[in-house]
């Protein structure tokens, strides 16, 4: 048996992260995973509504 050098593990490394980085970005733009990136998409515009709720709120705290 021939011992393995550096350059070869270096060569399955580098397959071996290629494949681990093709798996997650399969996995992130499957089909089951739209309806996730849809609510993480719209995370920015949810927070505006929850601080005009939060203002309106103190707003009438204050007048009573």
Known sequence: ???MDINEFRGFHTLLVMAAFLGIIWWAYSA?????NDEAAHLPFDD???EKRTLE???TEKKQ
Do not use: G, S
């Open 1 to 3: 048996m021939i011992p």
């Open 32 to 36: 089951h995973r739209k309806k996730a």
């Open 48 to 50: 505006d509504e929850v």
């Open 57 to 59: 709120q103190e707003k």
